[in-house]
């Protein structure tokens, strides 16, 4: 009994046990705006590729 008493009162775990519920909340919000993410991230692709291909354009003529 005093072993699961130890074991009760032992605080060592509650970095991962936060950890993981922080994870799990930022997961949820990313699920809950997943479109408005992946436009964003669409946006940002379209910008970079479309500036990247016109800079190869231009240096080969």
Same mark, same amino acid.
Request: contains cysteine; glycine residues 4%.
């Given at each position: 009994?005093?072993? +699961? !008493? !130890?074991?009760?009162?032992?605080?060592?775990?509650?970095?991962?046990?936060?950890?993981?519920? /922080?994870?799990?909340?930022?997961?949820?919000?990313? +699920? +809950?705006?997943?479109?408005?993410?992946?436009?964003?991230?669409?946006? /940002?692709?379209? !910008?970079?590729?479309?500036?990247?291909?016109? !800079?190869?354009?231009?240096?080969?003529?």
């Amino acid at each position: 009994m005093e072993l +699961l !008493k !130890k074991f009760y009162e032992e605080e060592e775990g509650m970095g991962t046990v936060e950890v993981v519920m /922080i994870i799990a909340a930022l997961m949820c919000v990313a +699920l +809950l705006f997943r479109k408005q993410v992946f436009s964003f991230a669409n946006s /940002i692709m379209e !910008k970079v590729f479309k500036a990247d291909t016109i !800079k190869d354009v231009n240096e080969n003529g």
